[in-house]
């Protein structure tokens, strides 16, 4: 499957901003989706998760409360909402897909990966 992750850009300390992924080439329907970020200089991080049927959602202890992830399996698209945007929230986000079973904190379990889109939130 192909993946392709959009929506990102530069936005202020508080402000708002919703990611989509697009997927493409196989049963999206199947797959647990995974929000996963890099900022310069540090190790990927996990952001959230959410199962093939939307049933079970994980959020990171950084984002809960101020992201929302969601899917559409009729559209092939996953989303995550940013709310309340910090200056520690600038990375790059990339969208993954795994075919479950999967850790959904580790990225290693993930088998297909986005491109990336670049947000940037400015204090």
């Known amino acids: 499957v192909q993946l392709q992750a959009s929506g990102g850009g530069l936005v202020q300390a508080g402000g708002s901003l919703g990611l989509s992924c697009a997927a493409s080439?196989?049963?999206?329907?199947?797959?647990?989706m995974g929000w996963f970020r890099q900022s310069p200089g540090k190790e990927r991080e996990f952001v959230a998760m959410?199962?093939?049927?939307?049933?079970?959602?994980i959020y990171a202890d950084s984002v809960r409360g101020r992201f929302t992830i969601s899917r559409d399996n009729a559209k092939n698209l996953m989303y995550l909402q940013m709310n309340s945007l910090k200056p520690e929230d600038t990375a790059v986000y990339y969208c993954a897909a795994a075919v479950p079973p999967v850790d959904p904190r580790n990225g290693r379990g993930y088998n297909y990966w986005g491109q990336g889109t670049l947000v940037t939130v400015s204090s």
């Open positions: 080439g196989g049963t999206f329907s199947r797959y647990v």
């Open positions: 959410i199962t093939a049927s939307a049933v079970s959602i």
